[in-house]
């Protein structure tokens, strides 16, 4: 289970996800998200 332990002031931004990296530091990487779907097109 995770636990808050600080407050640090970041703020985020829409579509990142924040995670804190092997150095300790806190890190974002874009969100990955479903691709749109094709239509088919007609004869």
């Given amino acids: 289970m ?3 332990v600080m ?3 970041i703020k ?3 579509g990142y996800l924040y995670f804190i990296d092997k150095k300790g530091d806190i890190s974002r990487a874009k969100m990955a998200r479903g691709g ?3 239509k088919k097109k007609r004869r």
């Fill in 12 to 14: 985020k931004q829409k």
């Fill in 7 to 9: 407050k640090c002031g």
């Fill in 36 to 38: 749109k779907k094709k």
């Fill in 2 to 4: 995770a636990e808050k």
